[in-house]
């Protein structure tokens, strides 16, 4: 208790961090040259780093990371999934050092408050759409998520958007086959031109509906970060695309 009243970035309440203290732009800049640790290869990741109780940095890795949630903003999907996925590893990959920073603090502060509860999540500041390959190996991941990403409105930065025929080519190459791509966003064109991009890629096609109504994590998608709730306040409209990895026919 006094460790949080001694620091005015962590609530007394919750004991979490207050967002407030770690606000930032809302979009980066995916096209400048940030400075941060990349490892070279998927199997230069450490486990131990992410995952401290349940990789201790002596134990071999056995099992790897497969949903990822790139640019995750400040998290809220991210700590909605482990109660629904207790056993999965996961990960947010966000471009944005104070952002980064408060989600790590935010999964620190559940663990503590929930213990053996929240393990299984981490946070790691990077651009995605560089270093995927650096992350993941092939067919390693069976969840990617994309909500709310930045809009880029003038065509001119549109090959600044996270979902394009040419970034879809990593994102097919990290999924395992049957894997799923979620987007979602509170922009029309933008919604367009993910559902294009994903049609016109010969390794994506999408999800029925049957399926989404079963899958749980389609109902978080517009509700558990804060974009989304921001949009359902404001009475707007989300428009998402959900698509699965196949093995593309000759």
Partial sequence: MLKNEANPHISKTTRLPRKRFYRA???GNPLSDSHFPVPVSPCHVDYSLHYPQL???????????????IGCGFGGLLISLPTLFPEVLMIGMELRDKVTEYVKERIL???????GQYQNV?????NSMKYIPNYFEKGQLSKMFFLFPDPHFKEKNHRRRVISPHLLDEY????RIGGIIYTITDVEELGDWMKACLEGHPMFEAVRDEELEADPVVKLLSSATEEGQKVARNGGQTFQAVYKCVVPSL
Avoid: G, M
């Fill in 25 to 27: 732009r809302a979009h």
């Fill in 122 to 126: 981490s946070v790691v500041r990077t």
């Fill in 109 to 115: 502060a559940l663990r503590v408050e929930n213990p």
């Fill in 172 to 175: 097919a190459y990290a999924l």
């Fill in 55 to 69: 990789f201790p940095s002596d134990r071999t890795v056995n099992s790897k990371i497969q949903f990822a949630d």
